[in-house]
């Protein structure tokens, strides 16, 4: 089984509407990243979460929220979707951005 | 803004033939890594050097560093046509408080035809 799951894989949404972005991770990591990644543009960071008590916003939050409702869970909302948020997720966990991070699968997001 | 920006954007090889990457970056850094993403899938670590080190190697993979130049080069030897992919390095910016972000560069999309 996958470290860290992604959920949908795909989504196609309308703009307006309100969508969640879940990623559960099974490999006991503390810390947890929401990335967005667009062609030509490499990674932007959305958000990151040291532990359940602990959020920060990272280059491009404008737009989106998160929750991490367990050490294991962190999800990533768009409350009213827009076209130019079409881009490919990515979930990432880490012991500190010292050391390696792992990363999800990815869901690819269309904002008709 | 982006930390690092590799080079060059895309690259084309034979098979056998060897790859180099070039990552280059603005400020003092922890450690720099990078990774390695197939078309449409999550990136997968590969190496990770840290600021005091100079030459990193991981099977047919080697890393240079070079903090005076800022800069970090990833050599891919003896290429497969499964080595193609896009190569990303990141960095860890040293900062005030201590840095816990990763700073991604655009890539590097590597062809290995066969």
């Known amino acids: 089984d996958a470290d860290v799951t992604q959920t949908p894989r795909n989504r196609i949404t309308k703009t307006g509407k309100r969508i969640m972005l879940e990623c559960s991770q099974t490999k006991g990591h503390d810390r947890m990243y929401w990335y967005r990644q667009d062609p030509g543009l490499g990674l932007r960071l959305i958000y990151y979460?040291?532990?359940?008590?602990?959020?920060n916003k990272g280059e491009i939050s404008d737009g989106y929220s998160v929750s991490r409702q367990a050490q294991a869970k962190f999800s990533l909302s768009l409350e009213s979707a827009i076209p130019n948020q079409t881009a490919l997720y990515f979930c990432?966990?880490?012991?500190?951005?010292?050391?390696?991070?792992?990363f999800g699968p990815g869901t690819r997001l269309l904002v008709l | 803004s982006q930390q690092g920006e590799e080079d060059p954007q895309a690259l084309s090889i034979q098979e056998g033939e060897n790859a180099t990457m070039n990552c280059s970056y603005k400020t003092s850094i922890n450690n720099l890594q990078w990774y390695r993403q197939n078309s449409g899938r999550g990136l997968v670590h590969l190496i990770l050097i840290r600021s005091n080190e100079r030459e990193k190697h991981s099977g047919r993979l080697r890393v240079t560093l070079d903090t005076s130049k800022k800069s970090s080069s990833l050599l891919i030897t003896a290429s497969r046509a499964a080595d193609t992919a896009s190569y990303f390095c990141a960095t860890a910016p040293r900062t005030q408080g201590g840095s816990e972000k990763l700073v991604f560069g655009k890539g590097t999309k590597l062809t290995v035809n066969p």
């Open positions: 990432a966990t880490g012991t500190g951005a010292l050391e390696t991070q792992y």
């Open positions: 979460s040291f532990d359940v008590k602990d959020i």
